[in-house]
């Protein structure tokens, strides 16, 4: 994603920027920051950019912060926007622009964090995580990154988006504090899916990003494509 800083002052940016790092890394996720020391340099960047979040000090020389966030607006109707400011007078008028948050001057860890919480960067999973032992050791997944889960023998095998791992366990161990995740969809016996994986459905098998093919269950193939389409009507 593209993130902005739009504050004249250099001490205000590395802060914002330090923090940024730091929360990111913690998320995992990866970003482009762009900096700017006036407003009038950010509205011209935004022929060019698409922003997904904007930090903007309301106190700018020339073109104050509140008017660069109209122009945003009129491009862009989706961004977060965080405004910095030393006081709340504005709060009226950050409302009509849509801001979702404001970092009161100095802010600490905790209000920054507040902050970027109000962006809701990462959707609020039923299951985040499961706890599972592989090879012995024990492994706490991200369930974000599974593509699907099957039965291996004894054990289950877990394919995320950069390995294959074979978890000691039974399947429908494994498996079931996932069967109230709207994302997973049991398939056929023995294969579960995550849905936000999958790129497309041919016939009786849906492919997923790595372009692994997993059977769907011919009894029951009505049902699981309508729950499928129910699962991508709702995110849209």
Do not use: W
Request: aromatic share 10%; with cysteine.
């Amino acid at each position: 994603m593209n993130i902005a800083i739009v504050e004249d002052l250099a001490q205000d940016r590395e802060r914002i920027s330090s923090c940024l790092s730091r929360y990111m890394a913690e998320l995992g996720l990866t970003y482009h920051l762009y900096t700017y020391e006036n407003a009038e340099e950010f509205v011209e960047a935004l022929s060019t950019l698409t922003f997904q979040i904007v930090f903007m000090d309301i106190y700018l020389q020339g073109m104050t912060g509140m008017e660069a966030a109209v122009c945003l607006r009129r491009r862009n109707r989706d961004c977060k926007l965080i405004f910095l400011t030393v006081s709340t007078e504005h709060c009226l008028e950050g409302f009509r622009v849509n801001a979702c948050h404001y970092l009161i001057k100095p802010f600490a860890d905790h209000d920054f964090a507040e902050a970027m919480e109000r962006c809701r960067l990462k959707p609020a999973y039923d299951v985040p995580y499961l706890d599972v032992i592989c090879d012995g050791k024990e492994l706490r997944l991200n369930t974000e990154s599974i593509l699907y889960i099957q039965v291996q023998k004894r054990n289950a095998l877990v394919q995320t988006l950069n390995q294959k791992l074979i978890v000691n366990g039974p399947f429908h161990t494994l498996t079931k504090p996932l069967l109230g995740d709207r994302r997973f969809l049991l398939c056929i016996q023995g294969v579960m899916i995550n849905m936000d994986y999958i790129t497309r459905q041919e016939e009786t098998v849906f492919i997923v990003k790595n372009g692994d093919r997993l059977p769907i269950n011919i009894r029951n193939k009505r049902q699981i494509l309508q729950h499928y389409r129910n699962y991508i009507f709702d995110n849209m």
